[in-house]
């Protein structure tokens, strides 16, 4: 297995990204992996592995490249529960700025990068994402159905709100296989939001698995944070690879 860092144009600027890829000449379904707030870092380096491991070429980009290369933030008080406020009073301004417009854009520029890559299948591409990222995956997907084959979202948050542009509204341009992972302990996506999202997915016929992980926190995929949980990373894991498996008849 190969991993690198690699420069993903974009049409504003550079975004700097991880690339994962199996040994072997491939052809390899292509894989898109969002970051969640915290970034680039050894944690999801080892996600991205884990899924090149079965087979995928994987692409984890800066969703924050506009504010300069990863890391961004001082990530030394990650495991200390009584740190996050401070991180997130500076990462708050950057999860602001992915917009639609802003992912739709962004996300182009990753499915090309990754099309354009020795030993990848031709055809769409999936998208898995985590916090934050899991609800700009579920973006991604409404801005490129003919692109996404299919998206998971793990313990992510702000999916369906009062707001315009809420990700839930959109979700009438999917086409392919959604999953939801969601935290039954998460402030950010409450027992009412994820009811608000299904009725949205089935008022407009798409494919789905919604699911609740019991006890599970805000952020349960993440070993390097206090909020990590062993038994729901690996129903994740479990959920993701069936969903992959199955999309690209592995």
């Known amino acids: 297995m190969q991993t690198t860092t690699v420069d993903v144009p974009t ?25 969640d707030a915290f970034g680039l870092r050894p944690r999801m380096a080892e996600m991205a592995e884990t899924i090149a491991a079965r087979g995928y070429v994987v692409l984890v980009p800066n969703l924050f490249h506009r504010f300069g290369r990863a890391p961004l933030v001082d990530l030394s008080g990650l495991g200390d529960e009584n740190r996050r406020g401070k991180l997130f009073e500076k990462l708050t301004p950057m999860i602001r700025s992915l917009t639609p417009d802003v992912v739709a854009r962004d996300t182009a520029a990753y499915l090309d990068f990754l099309a354009a890559q020795p030993g990848v299948a031709p055809g ?6 985590y916090c934050m990222g899991g609800t700009n995956a579920l973006r991604a ?5 003919d692109r996404i084959a299919t998206a998971a979202a793990f313990h992510a948050g702000r999916m369906a709100t009062d707001a315009p542009d809420s990700p839930h509204l959109g979700v009438g341009a999917v086409r392919g296989e959604l999953y939801f ?3 039954d302990q998460d402030p950010s996506m409450t027992a009412e939001q994820i009811a608000t ?20 926190r805000h952020g349960y995929t993440q070993s390097d944070t206090p909020m990590y ?20 008849r592995r």
């Open 11 to 35: 049409g504003d600027g550079v975004a700097d990204a991880l690339l994962v890829r199996p040994d072997g000449a491939g052809p390899f379904p292509p894989v898109l992996v969002f970051m």
């Open 124 to 129: 769409p591409a999936a998208v898995t994402g």
């Open 141 to 145: 997907v409404e801005a490129h159905p």
């Open 181 to 183: 992972g969601h935290a």
């Open 197 to 216: 999202l299904e009725k949205a997915l089935d008022a407009a016929g798409v494919t789905y698995r919604s699911e609740v992980y019991p006890g599970a």
């Open 229 to 248: 949980d062993e038994k729901a990373t690996e129903r994740h894991w479990t959920a993701l690879f069936d969903l992959l498996d199955r999309t690209f």
